[in-house]
């Protein structure tokens, strides 16, 4: 199908419907020729002629060999999708007053998401009045990336955004978040963490 796609993206040969165009290519003499000699001029090559930018005035196109023109889009596409590489950023949710079984439980699972190569986006939420603990909670956030420093590494320091304070950690290891590429594609995965069963309030957020 995507092959299909691909062909349909360009006219070629009798498909070419316009008066003249502006020819270019190997061992052709670019110019404005009627479309009837442009396409003798590829028939004699053994070529095809492919018109690669329709909305010019003329029409220009190219004489080329058509499949293999083909197979080179198509090798340039997958390389592109290679070098883009999604970035999943998991996120973990803190109260300002977590006790250890729970913060133990979060810090098990941002161990296994940093070593699969996930981003880790942990927050305190400070609901109502708990704002108040605004200080204790960063004190957590740093214990966290202070304990996971064998696995990430602290991509942004705790800042308070709103009634979350939030860091951000990024994995050591290579794997499917950190491997190099440009311009990456992030998409962003809000991870629930299920509740431990002596813990009431704090939950991980959807």
Same mark, same amino acid.
């Given at each position: ?9 360009? =006219?070629t040969n009798? =498909?070419? =419907?316009? =008066? ?6 190997d061992?052709? %003499?670019?110019?404005?020729? !009627?479309?009837?000699? @442009? ?5 004699e ?10 909305? /010019? @005035? !003329? ?8 499949? +293999? $023109?083909l ?5 340039r596409?997958?390389?592109?999708? @290679?070098? #883009? ?5 998991? %996120?973990?949710?803190f109260g300002?007053?977590?006790d250890?079984?729970d913060?133990?439980?979060k ?19 400070f ?5 108040? $603990?605004?200080e204790?909670?960063?004190? &957590? &956030?740093?214990?966290f990336?202070?304990? &996971?420093?064998d696995?990430?590494?602290?991509e942004?320091?705790p800042? &308070? %955004?709103?009634?979350r304070?939030?860091i ?5 290891? /290579? ?5 190099? @590429?440009?311009? !990456? +594609?992030?998409? +962003? ?6 509740k431990?069963? #002596?813990?009431?309030?704090e939950?991980t957020? %959807?």
């Amino acid at each position: 199908m995507k092959n299909d796609n691909l062909k349909e993206q360009y =006219r070629t040969n009798e =498909r070419i =419907r316009v =008066r003249e165009v502006r020819l270019v290519g190997d061992n052709i %003499e670019t110019g404005v020729y !009627p479309i009837a000699q @442009a396409l003798k001029i590829a028939e004699e090559q053994g070529m095809d002629l492919v018109e690669i930018s329709p909305n /010019a @005035a !003329p029409p220009v196109c190219r004489v080329i060999d058509y499949q +293999k $023109f083909l197979y080179q889009q198509k090798k340039r596409q997958k390389e592109q999708k @290679a070098k #883009s590489v999604k970035v999943v950023v998991k %996120e973990i949710r803190f109260g300002p007053q977590t006790d250890d079984h729970d913060y133990n439980f979060k810090l098990k699972h941002a161990k296994g998401f940093l070593e699969e190569g996930s981003k880790v986006k942990a927050y305190v939420f400070f609901k109502g009045r708990s704002i108040l $603990f605004k200080e204790q909670g960063e004190v &957590l &956030l740093l214990r966290f990336a202070n304990d &996971l420093e064998d696995y990430g590494k602290v991509e942004q320091l705790p800042v &308070l %955004e709103g009634k979350r304070m939030i860091i951000m950690l990024s994995p050591k290891k /290579a794997g499917a978040g950190s491997a190099p @590429a440009a311009a !990456p +594609k992030v998409v +962003k995965k809000v991870v629930t963490t299920p509740k431990p069963k #002596s813990e009431g309030d704090e939950k991980t957020e %959807e």
